[in-house]
């Protein structure tokens, strides 16, 4: 073989080589994921029972309303496995005492974040278990009608808590409907207290220790239960549920105690955001952080 020819076929196995290698490159390693977001807005209403010792002995019981949105997505970096909630919510309660003579009217805000790992069952796969951890703040104040000195009491806490949620898909009537069963359970953190009698005013002069205090089980306990089944009509669904919470803290020898139990409806669906530029691939695979 002479040398010119030997060079050309050098050549062209070379750029050959190189089409190959760029055409590998070019190809995705891993078919495209998109991970919608999953939101929910429901409304929240029913019963609440509050004893505050800082307020009052006696037992109040009354209603409870609130506004709450959740906002659910599989996670970037391993959407299969992980999926983050966020949730915020506003409440507004009044409840009376047991002759209906005196209320305390009763306010709270909250708002967490939190990853669950979740687990699919091949021997179930209308099942899916999931479990993680979440970060809390709630703030609040209780307010009494018949007190003079000591009308309100303010409530603020900051906790770390284990959740985790089991969710089930089926069919009824032809219509698909998610249940799913939500608890969450605060383990740690701190929450505000002022001493037995102390006054705010005395707390606006200065006298500011001994406020805060570490929460765990002994003296802050916290039990927040949410079911719901939504009912997939189509692009948006109906939630419909029920959410209970409750409070026990004891410190400074103040104890309080907050029992609500509510019913919720709202609405729920799941939002994508496009790309005018890079339209969805057809081998592109949706991650559902719920469904």
């Known amino acids: ?3 010119p020819r030997l060079t050309s076929l050098i050549i062209l196995g070379a750029a050959a080589l190189t089409g190959a290698t760029s055409k590998a490159d070019d190809t995705p390693l891993t078919e495209p994921v998109i991970r919608p977001v999953t939101s929910a807005y429901t409304i929240e209403g029913g019963s609440s029972h509050i004893a505050d010792t800082y307020l009052t002995p006696l037992r109040y019981s009354g209603w409870t309303t609130a506004l709450s949105y959740e906002r659910m997505q599989a996670m970037r970096f391993d959407p299969e496995r992980w999926v983050m909630r966020l949730t915020t919510s506003f ?3 009044k409840t009376d005492n047991p002759s209906r003579n005196a209320s305390v009217w ?3 805000a909250n708002v967490s974040w939190g990853m669950m790992r979740r687990f699919h069952l091949s021997s179930v796969p209308s099942l899916t278990l999931a479990g993680g951890g979440s970060a809390e703040l709630n703030i609040g104040a209780l307010y009494s009608t018949r007190n ?3 009308p309100v009491s303010a409530k603020a806490s900051a906790t770390v808590n284990i959740t985790g949620y ?3 898909n089926f069919t009824l009537w032809r219509l698909p409907v998610t249940v799913r069963y939500q608890p969450t359970l605060p383990v740690a953190g ?3 207290s002022p001493d037995y009698g102390e006054l705010y005013y005395e707390i606006y002069l200065g006298d500011t220790s001994g406020l805060a205090h570490a929460a765990w089980w002994g003296n802050y306990f916290r039990l927040d239960n949410l079911l719901t089944a939504d009912l997939h009509f189509g692009g948006t669904s109906l939630r419909l549920g029920y959410h209970g919470n409750i409070l026990s803290t004891k410190v400074n020898d103040i104890v309080t105690r907050n029992i609500s139990h509510c019913a919720v409806v709202g609405v729920t669906g799941e939002w994508m955001t496009l790309n005018r530029r890079h339209p969805i691939s057809k081998e592109a695979r949706i991650i559902s952080a719920l469904y």
Do not use: Q
């Open 1 to 3: 073989m002479t040398l």
């Open 91 to 93: 409440a507004l309660e």
């Open 106 to 108: 009763g306010v709270d």
């Open 148 to 150: 003079g000195n000591n």
């Open 166 to 168: 089991a969710t089930w």
């Open 190 to 192: 701190a929450f505000f």
